[in-house]
């Protein structure tokens, strides 16, 4: 169910990544760039909103409550089991803090990519081919992870997923920009890595309510996902606000020529810096130790629990 989430999830990002620059240059006369395509990233963006926005209603208007919580059992559930939960629950807590590190290295890599072609590539026209690629490898990743997870188990799924993005990211590092092939074969790699470990780390959310479950009497789904929800946003926000000040740093000014210093900074941001972060997710993923085998070792002791209740 999680696999299948995701490969829509990802249907809904190469919308926007692929779509938006079609759009832009649509609107702006074929600029994509620059005060030319002002008026093109405006329309764009209002038509993605309106998009957006009736999708949402469309899904809100189909959404029906099927469960019902037993009315003393709804009284238990207090907002400051928020941070019981965070209190015991070790894996949640390991997962929250790896979900703001992953969503802070998707934005990071979303935000840089215009700059990079922009600048670096000098090649702004190639931009929804870099998006696509960001993309793409997802819709053959995501499918093969339940596969992937039966075959070799969650932690070398996690980990040789970080490894490949790792591998992707110095394969961009290492060669220039303007090698568009080299760059291209970078970015999918380091796209294969990225869209199978995010979209893995959902299917894990169920574990850590279980382990929840197990630990409390109490399973709390709605308070949990509550939990990951902040953090993933979080870490999308971070991720967000890093590029720029980097890019500051090394004096960067939009719609100018850039001095070798700040092409190193788009550099760094689109490459060193992702880098550290994997690296970073890799050591805090270590710290997982829930498998398949033990959350069904959990299941079967809840199971026992409520039949002797």
């Known amino acids: 169910m999680s696999s299948i989430r995701m490969v829509l999830a990802n249907l809904g990002s190469l919308a926007v990544s692929f779509g938006v620059p079609i759009f832009v240059k649509l609107f702006s006369g074929g600029h994509y760039s620059g005060t030319a395509s002002q008026t093109g990233w405006f329309l764009t963006m209002i038509l993605y909103g309106i998009a957006g926005a009736l999708v949402l209603v469309f899904c809100f208007s189909q959404s029906v409550e099927r469960i019902h919580m037993p009315s003393d059992t709804e009284a238990s559930v207090k907002v400051s089991d928020l941070f019981h939960q965070l209190k015991v629950n070790q894996p949640l807590r390991t997962l929250a803090i790896f979900f703001i590190i992953t969503f ?13 072609m922009t600048y670096n590539a000098h090649n702004a026209g190639l931009m929804q081919w ?23 188990g969650t932690q070398a799924l996690m980990q040789g997923s970080l490894f490949v993005t790792v591998i992707g990211f110095l394969i961009m590092f290492l060669v220039p ?11 999918t790699i380091e796209a294969a890595g990225i869209t199978l470990s995010t979209g893995f780390q959902w299917a894990l959310v169920p574990q850590t309510i279980t382990y929840g479950e197990w630990k409390t009497g109490k399973r709390e789904n709605g308070i949990v996902n ?10 999308m926000a971070l991720g967000g606000v890093v590029p720029g000040y980097v890019l500051a740093a090394f004096g960067f000014v939009a719609n100018h020529s850039q ?3 700040s092409l190193f900074g788009i550099r760094m941001v689109t490459t060193i810096i992702p880098i550290i972060v994997t690296v970073l997710a890799m050591i805090i993923f270590a710290f997982y130790h829930l498998t ?8 079967a002791e809840i199971a026992a629990r409520n039949q002797e209740n």
Not at 104 to 114: E, K, P, Q, T
Not at 179 to 187: H, V, Y
Not at 226 to 235: E, S, Y
């Open 177 to 187: 920009a303007t090698n568009i092939t080299w760059t291209f074969i970078g970015r």
């Open 130 to 152: 870099y998006n696509l690629l960001g993309t793409l490898p997802a819709f053959i990743t995501v499918p093969l992870t339940p596969w992937l997870n039966r075959k070799i």
């Open 226 to 235: 509550a939990i990951v929800g902040f953090f993933f946003k979080f870490g």
């Open 104 to 116: 802070g290295l998707m934005s990071i890599v979303n935000s840089v990519g215009a700059y990079y």
């Open 292 to 299: 398949d085998e033990k959350v069904e070792e959990m299941n």
């Open 259 to 261: 001095t070798a210093h």
